[in-house]
């Protein structure tokens, strides 16, 4: 009798010391092949809009991309847009206008991106001041875009007010300033009345604060 409750206890005492042990299991460990796998990266941003971003701004938008100018370069149209009027999309397939604070044309050439036009309170090239813009400073502008296979892209500045028009009559140098690609001078001027001739850029203006930047 002793024997046998002895072998009893001894089973007991085994499988209550099995219960703890199980229960006292570490956690699943990490295989090695697991440890070294990367972190999933998240999705790489598009060049196009890393270039954007650096000249604008996160809220810069690009409206227009590709060979722009018909100079076989690659260039980008990027805005920034009235708050208000943040809506709608421009371009060859919808030319209709949209309001913008800031507007800067970038090309890129041999690896790298350069300015080619800006429009924030003055319209300028890397050379100056567009000849006929206007000497005050604009807090905004309505830009059109009229594709041209041949001559390349035509830009379309009016000065606006809060996202509006601002009459002609109220300001007489509010008319609209035609700016497309010279092939002859390789750079953005505005053009004359006749729509045929280049104006050339001025390095001030009249208005005493305005810097060229």
């Given at each position: 009798m002793k024997t046998r409750k002895s072998?009893?206890?001894?089973?007991?005492?085994?499988?209550?010391?099995?219960?703890?042990?199980?229960?006292c299991k570490p956690a699943?460990?990490?295989?090695?092949?697991?440890a070294s796998a990367p972190p999933v990266a998240p999705a790489a941003v598009p060049e196009s809009q890393q270039v954007a971003e650096a000249v604008l701004g996160k809220q810069a938008e690009i409206v227009a991309h590709g060979d722009l100018a018909r100079?076989?370069?690659?260039?980008?149209?990027?805005?920034?847009?009235f708050e208000k009027a943040a809506s709608g999309?421009?371009?060859?397939?919808n030319p209709s206008p949209i309001f913008v604070?800031?507007?800067?044309?970038?090309?890129?050439?041999?690896?790298?991106?350069?300015?080619?036009?800006?429009?924030?309170?003055?319209?300028?090239?890397?050379?100056?001041?567009?000849?006929?813009?206007?000497?005050?400073?604009?807090?905004g502008w309505r830009l059109?875009?009229?594709p041209d296979t041949d001559q390349g892209l035509e830009l379309r500045f009016?000065?606006?007010?809060?996202?509006?028009?601002?009459?002609?009559?109220?300001?007489?140098?509010?008319?609209?300033?035609?700016?497309?690609?010279?092939?002859?001078?390789?750079r953005y001027q505005s053009?004359?009345?006749s729509h045929k001739g280049y104006l050339g850029e001025v390095t001030a203006l009249e208005t005493p604060q305005s810097i060229l930047r």
């Open positions: 072998r009893m206890v001894t089973a007991l005492v085994v499988g209550v010391v099995a219960f703890l042990m199980v229960g699943q460990q990490t295989t090695p092949a697991e100079n076989g370069s690659e260039q980008l149209l990027v805005v920034n847009r999309t421009v371009g060859p397939e604070t800031r507007a800067v044309i970038v090309q890129k050439g041999d690896g790298k991106w350069a300015e080619e036009l800006r429009c924030d309170e003055h319209l300028k090239n890397p050379r100056g001041y567009l000849g006929g813009s206007p000497a005050f400073r604009v807090t059109e875009l009229k009016t000065p606006t007010q809060d996202g509006e028009d601002r009459s002609p009559d109220t300001v007489e140098t509010g008319r609209t300033i035609a700016v497309r690609w010279n092939r002859r001078a390789k053009l004359d009345q």
